[in-house]
């Protein structure tokens, strides 16, 4: 038999994550509504109280309490999930920190949106990007299917390497479009996804204290498994994707790479603009210009082996970042920089940052950014922004 | 021979060799807990001196599960911890989030008011040492009129009331509310049991003294705390809804200065007449108020 092939269904992105919670089995689900991800705990609430899905929901008062919740459900050795956006992820930042140093691999979705101030709730993946170092796996999404699938992977890699896992995806463009996705069966998914069984857990029988003091070498020692675990969570991921794609017959590989055989550019980028990108790409080939496109779907561990594949034969490589990190420039491109840093004949990078707060991403602003790598032989600057009105341009 | 009725369980769940300062309310209060509540418990703590108090990892002098947790986060934590054990199935087990007064009326209240409000099954207590001890006695809302601390100094001392947080947890209509001290020791494990067989959020206020934060020799740590009973200042109450605040118990009266003198914390005040008569006037208003809630 070949592959598991399912009619469609067509949902929101948030709900795409929702079927994923559900399908995943998870025990306990505490959210707070923020716009753009309200729909995500609407559905699982509504799931929970029409019986499809028997988890405990709570209805917490913040951000940080879902969170703490999750955390506390996890220190049971229970499966446990949350989703939010922007200030609500700002809100959880302690309790991010909290959860990957006391290893427990709660999955989180979080719809990249802009913070204030001033208010905006549209797309921009500072939000999420700016967690990057509270020991998180990070994944970021480009379409409904992809975030569903990822879900449901992330609980395996997370509870295999003992690491939370934040899967994001784009505001309203995701979050908000209908989209047709195939819903896996619950049978298959539990092939795939085993129950949770950690090793140690708050148990009566078996008293122990979780997250006590520890001196200065214990604590380095705690660091570096953390970070060991982290970089193992690549190989998980890897095998996940595999695994899935056997069982489902969709994989979505950690870095994505289109057209990179020959291509003497290649854009890198993630999220939806990738889905904007891909037919931008395929019309440079269609010229016989060599231009290639790497996705990053997987951030958090960095996948620097699968990155310098991807990029080390390019001579130029062009990097649109929809976040920024202020006095630096896009994330991303100073991930893929260091990433080149020591190969030789390294690739010239290219930062772009734009599309913040939702501007639009079309395929113009691709070409835009394509044209300029292929014209100029250096950047003339670290970051160079797009879509900026011509007087804020210097 | 006599037989003696002991009404505290004689079980040592807490062991010894615990890290809490000599004469420590709050690690006299955990000893009497759980001996109240039993093995079958699990505790959320947040930062606070249990933190550091129940040991360095990997040991642990709780005797039960303890999950140590951020500042914040008791109450919604707990409600976790909760959620978790009943999807097992264990609807036995209580979860008790242990916080200090800091992680209770100031940073943890949000949380805590969000869990009494949706009636999660846990009991939390509040260990009141009426100041953040941790990190060096700076002033809480559970800081009383006219203390000294490191952020109320001298010049400047505490100038508002007391929170009062028991009246707080009752206007949210849970089930179980309660003040107790580890100065009436059979008064405090008999709520506790009490707490322990009552679904719902079950709230205790306990006065736990600190011997450095005080300013009192370790020695005088259960005087003090038995003063504070006498004098009025700390009432130990039992309220279940549509029932009269229960005084459980009354001592004879003693005067408030007897209380204030044996406190360093309270030196300067003392030293303030006017000061010394709005405290003295406050307290007893709120006793007024107390002993009316439970004559109706
Ligand atoms: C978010 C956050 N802010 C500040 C602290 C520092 N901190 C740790 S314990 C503590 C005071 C705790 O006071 P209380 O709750 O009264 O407990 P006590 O130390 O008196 O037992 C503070 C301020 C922290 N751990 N987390
Ligand atoms: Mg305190």
Redesign the interface.
């Known amino acids: 038999m070949g592959p598991h092939r399912k009619p469609m269904k067509v949902i929101e992105g948030t709900h795409a994550i929702s079927y994923a919670v559900q399908r995943s089995r998870t025990a306990v689900i505490a959210a707070y509504p923020i716009t753009p991800s309200s729909g995500v705990v609407e559905l699982l609430a509504e799931m929970c109280a029409d019986g499809r899905l028997s988890s405990r929901f709570i209805a917490v008062e913040s951000e940080h309490s879902a969170l703490a919740a999750c955390a506390g459900a996890s220190q049971v050795g229970l499966r446990a999930f949350t989703a939010t956006s922007s200030h609500g992820l700002a809100y959880m930042h302690e309790m991010l920190h909290w959860c990957a140093g006391a290893r427990l691999p709660v999955v989180l979705a979080n719809v990249n949106r802009a913070l204030g101030a001033p208010w905006n709730i549209f797309v921009d993946q500072t939000d999420s990007l700016s967690q990057r170092d509270t020991g998180w796996i990070q994944y970021y999404c480009e379409d409904s299917q992809e975030v569903l699938d990822t879900i449901i992977q992330a609980f395996r890699v997370a509870e295999g390497s003992l690491l939370p896992a934040m899967v994001c995806l784009d505001a309203f463009f995701l979050s908000h479009t209908s989209e047709p996705v195939s819903i896996p069966d619950q049978d298959l998914v539990d092939r795939f996804l085993p129950p949770y069984t950690p090793a140690y857990a708050l148990s009566v029988d078996d008293p122990r204290a979780f997250g006590g003091m520890v001196a200065a070498e214990g604590y380095l020692e705690l660091r570096a498994r953390i970070e060991h675990s982290m970089r193992r969570a690549q190989q998980l991921a890897a095998e996940a994707a595999r695994e899935y794609g056997a069982i489902f017959g969709r994989s979505h590989p950690l870095v994505e790479m289109l057209h990179l055989d020959d291509a003497e550019i290649v854009l890198v980028t993630s999220g939806t603009v990738a889905g904007t990108a891909r037919t931008v790409i395929e019309e440079y080939r269609a010229q016989g210009i060599h231009v290639g496109m790497a996705k990053i779907h997987l951030f958090r561990p960095f996948p620097f082996d699968l990155v310098r594949i991807a990029l080390g034969r390019a001579r130029k490589v062009a990097v649109f970042d929809r976040n920024i990190s202020f006095g630096c420039g896009g994330i991303m491109a100073s991930e893929i920089r260091a990433a080149l840093c020591n190969i030789r004949k390294a690739p010239t990078v290219f930062s772009f940052v734009g599309g913040l707060g939702g501007c639009d991403v079309t395929p113009d602003t691709i070409r835009e950014v394509v044209e300029y790598t292929r014209r100029c032989d250096a950047p003339e600057q670290d970051t160079m922004w797009v879509g900026l009105p011509e007087e804020s341009r210097q | 021979m006599q037989n003696v009725n002991f009404s505290i369980p004689s079980d040592e769940v807490m062991a010894a060799g615990h890290l809490g300062c000599a004469g420590c309310g709050a690690a006299l209060a955990m000893r009497l807990a759980l001996k109240a509540l039993g093995?079958?418990?699990?505790l959320?703590v947040p930062a606070c001196c249990w933190?550091?108090i129940?040991?360095?990892?990997?040991?642990?002098a709780?005797?039960?599960?303890?999950?140590?947790?951020?500042f914040?986060?008791a109450?919604?934590?707990?409600?976790?911890?909760?959620?978790?054990?009943?999807?097992?199935g264990d609807t036995e087990?209580t979860v008790c989030a242990w916080a200090g007064d800091g992680g209770t009326f100031d940073i943890g209240i949000?949380?805590l008011?969000?869990a009494a409000?949706?009636n999660e099954n846990i009991l939390y207590i509040c260990y009141d040492n009426e100041a953040y001890m941790n990190t060096g006695v700076q002033r809480s809302s559970a800081t009383p009129l006219g203390a000294w601390t490191t952020t109320t100094p001298r010049a400047h001392l505490k100038d508002r009331p007391k929170k009062d947080l028991a009246q707080i947890m009752v206007a949210h209509e849970v089930p179980y509310v309660a003040t107790a001290t580890v100065a009436y020791p059979d008064d405090l494990v008999a709520k506790l049991q009490r707490a322990a067989q009552i679904r719902g959020t079950r709230f205790v206020h306990l006065l736990a003294p600190c011997p450095p934060g005080w300013k009192i020799p370790s020695e005088d740590a259960m005087k003090v705390a038995r003063l504070a009973v006498a004098t009025r200042v700390f009432p130990l109450v039992e309220v279940e809804p549509g029932r009269p605040w229960r005084l459980t118990v009354v001592p004879p009266e003693a005067d408030l200065e007897e209380y204030l003198r044996a406190q360093g914390r309270f030196r300067a005040l003392l030293d303030d007449p006017a000061a010394l008569a709005r405290v003295r006037a406050a307290i007893g208003e709120r006793w007024q108020r107390i002993t009316r809630l439970a004559h109706d």
């Open positions: 093995r079958r418990t699990i959320v933190s550091v129940d040991g360095p990892a990997p040991y642990s709780a005797g039960v599960p303890l999950m140590h947790t951020p914040a986060s109450a919604a934590a707990a409600s976790g911890v909760r959620a978790a054990l009943d999807f097992k087990t949000q949380a008011s969000a409000e949706r």
